[in-house]
């Protein structure tokens, strides 16, 4: 497949080759010789030139009307796709195709008043040419007896396909060649009958054909190249067809062009990278953004009258007009004909009106059935969503059942009725805040809160605000919460379980894990340079006692130098990543509090900014907070009352 960049580089190629295509224009009697002669000028064999007729020749009629072919002709190139080889034999084959079929050339005979005419075309591709014997046979048997030789040996010599007066002959008026015209099928058609010439009648020429169709009233869809090529070899006593009319041609009628999938049954499997195609994605979700493009209204055409072979118009039906399918949140644009969506949604057709959909609704689970789902907007799923798959959304995500070992991420909010169970590989993202029952072994991210009623249990669960556990059953146990703000639950810890619970607030959880990264990274750069810095001062200390160092070793030492100035580089990225972070986590003034509405239970962790705390005694009804750099346990403060209820009347209850 060819991706956009290797197009830009062909559609360059292509255009510097046009500029050197050398073309010349020519001009003779005949079409071979036009061509014969572009062929001398550009100093290339017959068979690798190209050629446009720029004007048809016309051989003319006892020396009046005569017209030369005029072509242009440049030579044949063959453009080499990118990536493709091939042998020298395969292209002289490519070029040595031919471009003109193989024809012998010909010698024609016509009579009339004025005497006898010889035509001689040249032969065509590796053709024979024309003999004299021929033409004069020919000639003979015609009844030609007064015949100049040598004029005829010259019109064959030159072949020049134009008529030539060569002789004479007893001109027998009553044997002249006859025609008759039939006008038939509804007068669609014409046909001519031509009988042949007795002993010394004449022939009839192209301009006789068309003066008796003329006058027979045939003036329309007259084949002028089929009666030059009859004059010179008719077909006596059989119809042909002289003319042919047009049939009428109505016009298209106006229709919508989509441009996205319109049969919502169809499902799009992709292949990956690797070659293999996920049936996890099923692409049926054909979501669009603001603005697009959805259809748009090809006009319809208008119909195209016929003609009889007498000149009748025969009239056409104009195509019908359509009206534009808009229903909800699509807009007609300003050209009148094209459909623009007004929202990020799903493209939907429903009772033949194009809608854009802000919300997406599952009506069951997220399963092999739906595949993964991207969505720019509201997803609404009515049942749960199973492991190993995707829930991806630009709105908010509500879930009605549980998620499990699954991925969620949403810019808005994640809502989950039930609850969610990583089993230690799941993960649930929210730009917001996410609610649910319970967080059982899962990650989770919110841009704003996480709620969960019922407790969270050995969870990694950053929040960049607050984490409230606040229900029955609201228990916090093992796992690492952090959040910038607030962690609140009923029961922090447990008196059992040997699952190490901390709890970091008062600084941004996200810039802090950005923080730890940095500095891990830093350590394993800083010890990758010991490491190197060893084995280049080994290899300087051999290179002290003999003197020298093998190549291979030299090219080693150099690779290793290298390799330590790219990690002094990272190094340094990483220092400056560092400060700027710490500089953001300080201007965050954050008070930061941990509270238990009931009991907090010894082997909490409890870190606040940069104090620790682990938690020894058992408490009850407490709050952690920060006071002279020291942590401090006062009595419990509740959250905010407005924490408690979110999005559509969901609660912590």
């Known amino acids: 497949m060819v991706d956009f960049v290797q197009l830009q580089q062909i559609v360059k190629e292509q255009l510097e080759h046009d500029r050197t295509i050398r073309a010349v224009e020519t001009a003779g009697p005949t079409l071979e010789i036009a061509v014969s002669e572009a062929a001398t000028l550009l100093d290339v064999p017959v068979r690798r030139l190209e050629y446009e007729i720029a004007e048809k020749g016309f051989s003319g009629f006892l020396g009046s009307g005569k017209k030369d072919w005029k072509i242009r002709a440049y030579e044949r190139t063959y453009v080499k796709k990118r990536g493709q080889k091939h042998s020298s034999g395969e292209a002289d084959q490519e070029a040595a195709a031919p471009v003109i079929e193989d024809k012998d050339g010909e010698a024609f005979v016509h009579l009339s008043a004025d005497g006898a005419f010889l035509k001689v075309v040249p032969p065509k591709g590796k053709g024979r040419r024309a003999v004299d014997a021929h033409a004069i046979q020919t000639?003979?048997?015609?009844?030609?007896?007064?015949?100049?030789?040598?004029?005829?040996?010259?019109?064959?010599?030159?072949?020049?396909?134009?008529y030539v007066k060569v002789g004479d002959f007893e001109h027998r008026p009553v044997n002249d060649s006859i025609v008759t015209v039939d006008i038939a099928e509804g007068e669609m058609k014409a046909y001519m009958q031509v009988m042949p010439p007795g002993q010394g009648g004449c022939d009839l020429s192209v301009e006789t054909y068309l003066s008796f169709l003329r006058n027979n009233r045939v003036v329309y869809g007259v084949k002028e190249d089929f009666l030059r090529d009859f004059a010179d070899k008719p077909t006596y006593k059989e119809p042909v067809v002289a003319a042919e009319g047009s049939r009428p041609v109505d016009g298209r009628d106006a229709y919508i062009q989509y441009n996205f999938e319109t049969d919502q049954t169809k499902v799009r499997l992709r292949e990956g990278s690797n070659g293999r195609v996920d049936f996890k994605d099923l692409n049926i979700i054909q979501n669009v953004v603001e603005n697009q493009p959805l259809a748009k209204k090809i006009p319809p055409e208008s119909g195209v009258v016929g003609r009889t072979v007498t000149g009748k118009v025969i009239p056409a039906k104009n195509g019908r007009d359509t009206s534009l399918p808009v229903g909800k949140n699509v807009h007609v644009g300003d050209d009148g004909a094209t459909i623009i969506a007004d929202i990020n949604g799903q493209v939907v057709v429903v009772s033949g009106k194009i809608n854009v959909e802000p919300v997406y609704t599952v009506q069951g689970d997220v399963n092999l059935k739906t595949g993964n789902i991207i969505f720019l907007g509201t997803v609404i799923i009515n049942g749960n969503v199973e492991d190993g798959f995707s829930v991806k959304a630009a709105g908010n995500i509500e879930v009605n059942g549980t998620v499990e070992k699954a991925e969620l991420d949403a810019e808005g909010d994640v809502?989950?009725?039930?609850?969610?169970?990583?089993?230690?590989?799941?993960?649930?993202?929210?730009?917001?805040?996410?609610?649910?029952?319970?967080?059982?072994?899962?990650?989770?991210?919110?841009?704003?809160?996480v709620v969960a009623s019922d407790g969270i249990i050995n969870?990694?669960?950053?929040?960049?605000?607050?984490?409230?556990?606040?229900?029955?059953?609201?228990?916090?146990?093992?796992?690492?919460?952090?959040?910038?703000?607030?962690?609140?639950?009923?029961?922090?810890?447990?008196?059992?379980?040997?699952?190490?619970?901390?709890?970091?607030?008062?600084?941004?959880p996200k810039s802090k894990a950005e923080l730890d990264q940095l500095k891990l990274n830093k350590e394993a750069a800083e010890k990758q340079i010991e490491d190197i810095q060893r084995n280049i001062q080994t290899l300087i200390n051999i290179k002290k006692q003999?003197?020298?160092?093998?190549e291979d070793k030299e090219a080693y030492m150099r690779e290793l130098m290298d390799k330590r100035q790219i990690l002094m580089g990272d190094i340094k990225k990483a220092e400056e990543g560092i400060v700027k972070i710490q500089e953001f986590l300080n201007t965050i003034k954050n008070r930061g509090r941990v509270s238990a509405s009931a009991k907090v239970y010894p082997g909490v962790k409890i870190l606040i900014r940069?104090?620790?705390?682990?938690?020894?005694?058992?408490?009850?009804?407490?709050?952690?907070?920060?006071?002279?750099?020291?942590?401090?346990?006062?009595?419990?403060?509740?959250?905010d009352e407005d924490i408690k209820r979110g999005p559509d009347g969901y609660t912590t209850n």
Not at 546 to 550: D, G, M, Q, T
Request: glycine share 10%.
């Open 415 to 449: 809502i989950v009725h039930q609850g969610i169970t990583g089993k230690s590989g799941g993960l649930v993202r929210a730009g917001r805040s996410i609610w649910a029952r319970f967080i059982e072994i899962a990650i989770v991210e919110a841009g704003n809160m």
């Open 139 to 162: 000639l003979a048997a015609r009844g030609v007896t007064d015949i100049d030789r040598e004029l005829v040996s010259k019109t064959v010599r030159e072949a020049a396909a134009a």
């Open 459 to 508: 969870s990694q669960v950053n929040a960049f605000k607050r984490i409230i556990c606040q229900g029955k059953r609201a228990h916090i146990v093992g796992g690492r919460l952090r959040a910038s703000e607030e962690i609140n639950a009923k029961i922090l810890g447990s008196p059992t379980s040997g699952t190490e619970t901390i709890c970091e607030v008062g600084f941004d």
């Open 610 to 639: 940069d104090a620790k705390d682990d938690v020894r005694n058992e408490y009850r009804a407490v709050t952690f907070i920060l006071e002279k750099g020291l942590i401090r346990v006062t009595k419990y403060e509740e959250p």
């Open 546 to 550: 003999r003197k020298s160092l093998p």
